[in-house]
């Protein structure tokens, strides 16, 4: 036997091992669904949230400014991992929610401060003369950015949004210390009942690349649509 037959044969039994024997793949298929889930809700509050936030930055109201950046700051300056079990052990310890409900608010939470500057810097982005056009149509404040300013804003920042909403499923891996079966989750528990620990890791790696791969073409083939109208 040839060393690459060795190696084939050593690869394969361990491939069988960890994700063959008792349905151990299933824990992925299932971590997948889980990291999906709360990656989706997750950037639909961070967005929410970022909208809100970067309009209280951009407010001339001194109150509703500080509120924006104090939780900007605040955020920001404390570990995702922390917030998680802040608002699952303490803020939510007595609401009866699904698990990765109450880890995509907090993932949505902590997006929505990094959002919140994206969508700022895409408003201030837009040339003041947009606004000003606007209010002499006779559209109010509200009008003149909701219809003209974001509008124009969504095409600049989308690429942002985009890498925010990859490094956001990245950071999904943390939500084992919840109690939830994710990807990453999975692959410990299959690296613990196996005792093996470089292909449960390389699986979860591997399943890591192809959602953020899928999920970037199909990101691409949208930001190439919305610049359609523009002229290079």
């Not at 052990?89 to 698990?99: E, P, Q, S, Y």
């Not at 925010?164 to 919840?178: H, N, R, S, W």
């Not at 699986?203 to 190439?224: Q, W």
Request: charged share 20%.
């Amino acid at each position: 036997m040839t060393a690459f037959q060795e190696w084939y044969l050593d690869f394969t039994n361990l491939f069988y091992k960890c994700f063959i024997k008792e349905d151990r793949y299933k824990l992925l298929v299932s971590g997948v669904g889980v990291t999906i889930k709360v990656s989706l809700l997750a950037v639909l509050i961070g967005i929410l949230i970022g909208l809100l936030i970067a309009m209280c930055n951009l407010s001339k109201r001194k109150p509703v400014k500080f509120i924006g950046r104090l939780y900007t700051d605040v955020i920001r300056g404390t570990p995702s991992v922390t917030q998680l079990m802040i608002i699952y052990f303490v803020i939510f310890a007595t609401v009866d929610l699904d698990k990765w409900i109450i880890a995509a608010i907090a993932f949505g939470v902590n997006s929505g401060a990094y959002v919140s500057e994206i969508i700022r810097a895409g408003i201030l982005s837009v040339d003041h003369g947009q606004t000003e056009a606007g209010r002499s149509l006779g559209l109010n404040a509200f009008q003149t950015m909701t219809r003209i300013v974001i509008p124009q804003a969504v095409k600049n920042i989308f690429p942002a949004l985009c890498n925010e909403f990859i490094v956001l499923i990245k950071e999904t891996a943390i939500v084992g210390y919840v109690g939830l079966m994710d990807i990453q989750k999975a692959g410990d528990f299959i690296k613990s009942a196996t005792f093996v620990a470089f292909m449960p890791l390389i699986g979860t790696a591997v399943i890591y690349y192809v959602l953020i791969k899928i999920l970037t073409l199909l990101l691409h083939r949208i930001e190439k649509m919305l610049r359609k109208s523009d002229i290079r």
